[in-house]
């Protein structure tokens, strides 16, 4: 992995200005989620096991997935200098899922949050983005400790967490009209 610099050259991503607009695997290319990636995201977060695991977002024409940008990815950008992140890959382009830093209210923490279209699970790029994007975090922004939810019937992305170095902490209800989930975070 490595960073690409900001506009001005510099890898100091501390503040917002100066994140990295992307982060680059070996296979991946992990950049900020724009209001152009709409059709994919309408296809995304419309997905079964979006809709089973993550939850309904109520994403269902262009302008709801531009406002889902604005009022999501975008603003956490400007608000902490990361968010979720488009997943491309790296030969072509293509757009596979989401991946990244997110900050909620509910909990004390930033977590990593992830989804990819069914055609690109269990091809190891969920754990090479989310590996990232944990390294990142250390790397770029400082956070002593990422945490994650997780539904608890998800066995995947539970099976990569801790293939990631993560273990399950407690249940954690993240809103009062939300079922349970489970937190895993990384020792330490």
């Known amino acids: 992995m490595h960073l690409e610099p900001n506009d001005a050259g510099h890898a100091n991503t501390t503040e917002a200005t100066l994140a990295p607009r992307e982060v680059v695997t070996e296979r991946l290319v992990l950049r900020r989620i724009t209001e152009g990636e709409a059709p994919f995201l309408i296809e995304l977060l419309n997905d079964p096991s979006f809709l089973r695991f993550i939850g309904d977002r109520g994403v269902r024409t262009l302008d709801d997935a531009r ?26 382009g293509t ?19 992830f989804a990819f279209l069914p055609a690109f699970r269990s091809c190891g790029y969920a754990f090479e983005a989310t590996a990232a994007v944990l390294s990142h975090a250390r790397s770029a922004y400082g956070l002593p400790r990422v945490v994650a939810v ?11 967490l801790v ?22 975070a990384q020792p330490g």
């Open 150 to 160: 997780v539904h608890p019937e998800n066995s995947s992305s539970r099976k990569l």
């Open 95 to 113: 757009p596979i899922g989401i991946c990244g830093l997110l900050k909620r209210d509910s909990l004390d923490d930033v977590d990593v949050g």
């Open 67 to 92: 406002s889902y940008v604005r009022n999501g990815p975008a603003t956490s950008y400007a608000r902490h200098g990361f968010g979720l992140w488009l997943t491309e890959l790296k030969t072509d």
């Open 163 to 184: 293939k990631a170095g993560m273990r399950f902490q407690r249940l954690v209800q993240l809103s009062p009209d939300e079922n349970s989930m489970e937190l895993f």
